[in-house]
């Protein structure tokens, strides 16, 4: 079966680091197998020792339809076994670098996992082998095509990872340890591929547990708004974590050649649409890339058993760390790949999340979760816009005049309007802002609105991604700036677009407040021409209480916890005007439920 994959751009290449043995777990290629028998522990003191014995197929090599090899490593029960359901872990950070390392080297406290959590053979962001091979699994982790001693140039996510997710869907369902049922589960870059793998509809893929998968690299992680923001990937995880002998694709040096979406950008949003197995779909508000892309799955997979579980917690900590989530995993497909009548159909296909922000308080809790709902969008819900008013003020009703206020685009300035509660609220959904904007001085501008949560006393409110239970910190105050990232902590929801990008395809668009836009052509604004900008905001879910507020920015950079762009590609000079009132009502739009 050839590969039909061609795009009309000449795809750039970064080289690699090669990896290194001890690094990141990492051995070389040594096919081989080994039992690693009850008791057993991995040298690590927060590992737990594994329960029943363990065989390990270390380094199978799969063979890819254009003639590429990829090496995996698969932990099932021992011989003599009936055959087995596969679950495979999907992704390029190598199929021995586990949780526990990754939690040391990029969190703190270990987010409040406790010690004796995981095994060690747990893949970076994927179902732990210990749990699973003793219910009658294989685990598979694969080092994907260019990662590890896999051949080939690595390339991320798209047509040629859905395709050699497919080819190796079909080679393990053809093992003689195999069952024929495979599904795919895990968090992050495991949940985006299975998107674009579940697309291709895989013969003997049974089912998929996407936790967190972004659903559009170029528009929702790499050039938000088409302002490129790949800094985390290119000055972290390409420089750090991914390791292989061919290189790797090259966002940075594609956005610099092609900022606006061509072929090669657009081939990295899957078609959910296609998507027909069994899927249980996880979310959370916190999370600043995954969040769209799970809700855009719950609307548009084809499926007809579809779950939508949205959490209050950081994806790594719901993963490993929520007992609840790792209890549904196990009863969703002890259901589709074993096919055990276990009452999991009766789960509601929805539940959502509200967070509260704030200190910890002993008589509320410090988020709602298991909130069961109709669907999502919530149906109830009623998106009343809330207009800009010259003094400040977010109000009901349009000013009748217009006035304009303005901030300096170079700078940290913003502009803000704020909205205090009289009685207990909840905002659950997608916002949009709609903002008449000018600068007098260029032809562009880079526009960043933020939704934040004030106390009751107007101070900026955070929220705590991990359950303050088992930390060593009891408030804010005592985080230390290297502490203080968005893995833990969360501001509220954002939303990013460079006016001369504006323009929207209402067909691609899955929600009114979400709309899409091509990205493919650039539309100049005259300087000193006021523009309509729809601006989509990253949906959320927070209760205010009352006496606390909702405060909209406006400014020409960021204020969001992430680390995703920098300062570098902005392209913003002089003042912004934000027009307020009139023939020009700026406001946003808000999800009251």
């Not at 051995?27 to 057993?40: D, I, K, Q, T, Y």
């Not at 994806?315 to 196990?330: H, I, R, S, T, V």
């Not at 298991?370 to 800009?388: A, G, L, Q, S």
């Amino acid at each position: 079966m050839p590969t039909s994959i061609s795009y009309d751009v000449e795809i750039p290449i970064d080289p690699l680091l090669p990896p290194k043995a001890g690094e990141g777990g990492f051995v070389p290629c040594n096919p081989h197998s080994e039992v690693l028998p009850a008791g057993w522990k991995y040298d690590h003191p927060d590992t737990k020792p594994l329960t029943s014995p363990i065989l390990v197929d270390h380094d199978v090599a799969i063979k890819m339809r254009d003639g590429i090899t990829l090496y995996a490593d698969v932990y099932r029960p021992p011989e003599p076994s009936a055959p087995v359901p596969t679950i495979l872990c999907w992704s390029p950070f190598g199929k021995k670098f586990n949780g526990v390392m990754s939690l040391a080297l990029m969190t703190p406290w270990n987010l409040g996992i406790k010690s004796g959590t995981l095994s060690g053979l747990e893949k970076f962001e994927a179902p732990d082998p210990a749990d699973w091979v003793p219910r009658g699994y294989a685990i598979v982790n694969i080092d994907i095509r260019g990662t590890g001693d896999s051949e080939g140039t690595m390339v991320v996510l798209g047509s040629q990872e859905a395709e050699d997710g497919y080819d190796t869907i079909e080679a393990l369902a053809e093992m003689s340890w195999c069952s024929g049922k495979v599904g795919l589960a895990g968090n992050s870059h495991l949940a985006i591929a299975q998107w674009f793998i579940a697309a291709l509809q895989p013969p003997h893929l049974a089912a998929i547990a996407p936790w967190e998968g972004c659903g559009d690299l170029y528009r929702e992680q790499f050039a938000r708004g088409g302002i490129y923001s790949g800094d985390l990937f290119d000055r972290l995880i390409a420089k750090y974590m991914l390791h292989g002998h061919g290189g790797i694709e090259s966002f940075r040096q594609m956005f610099k050649k092609s900022p606006l979406a061509n072929n090669w950008w657009n081939d990295k949003r899957p078609v959910m649409k296609n998507i027909n197995v069994p899927t249980y779909i996880t979310g959370t508000w916190t999370n600043t890339m995954h969040g769209m892309g799970a809700i855009r799955g719950w609307l548009e997979v084809a499926s007809s058993q579809k779950w939508l579980r949205w959490h209050p917690w950081q994806e790594w900590y719901d993963l490993w760390g929520n007992p609840q989530a790792k209890e549904e995993l196990f009863q969703f497909m002890d259901h589709f790949l074993q096919g055990k009548d276990n009452g999991w159909e009766k789960t509601p296909p929805v539940r959502m999340a509200v967070l509260r922000f704030g200190e910890p308080d002993p008589s509320k809790p410090q988020s709602y979760e298991n909130v069961v709902e109709d669907d999502f969008p919530i149906p109830r819900t009623e998106y009343k816009p809330m207009f800009f008013n010259s003094s400040g003020d977010l109000s009901e009703a349009a000013p009748s005049d217009s006035s304009v206020l303005s901030y300096n685009s170079e700078s940290a300035e913003s502009v803000s309007f704020t909205h205090m509660f009289s009685k207990t609220t909840r905002l659950v959904g997608l916002p949009k802002a709609v903002i008449y904007m000018s600068c007098p001085d260029h032809e562009d501008m880079d526009i960043y609105i933020q939704l934040e949560k004030l106390s009751k006393s107007g101070e900026p409110m955070v929220n705590l991604n991990i359950p303050w239970e088992g930390l060593p910190i009891k408030s804010f105050s005592e985080f230390t700036p290297k502490e203080a990232t968005e893995v833990v902590q969360y501001r509220g929801p954002s939303g990013i677009l460079r006016a001369s990008l504006r323009s929207i395809d209402e067909s691609k668009s899955m929600h009114p407040n979400w709309p899409f836009h091509p990205h493919d052509k650039e539309e100049k604004v005259p300087a000193g021409t006021v523009v309509k900008l729809d601006i989509g905001i990253w949906a959320f879910g927070i209760e205010y209480e009352a006496g606390e507020s909702i405060r909209v920015h406006v400014s020409g950079r960021t204020r969001s916890v992430d680390n995703f762009g920098t300062l570098d590609h902005l392209n913003n000079k002089g003042t912004h005007r934000v027009h307020i009132g009139g023939q020009t009502p700026s406001h946003v739009i808000l999800p009251f439920v």
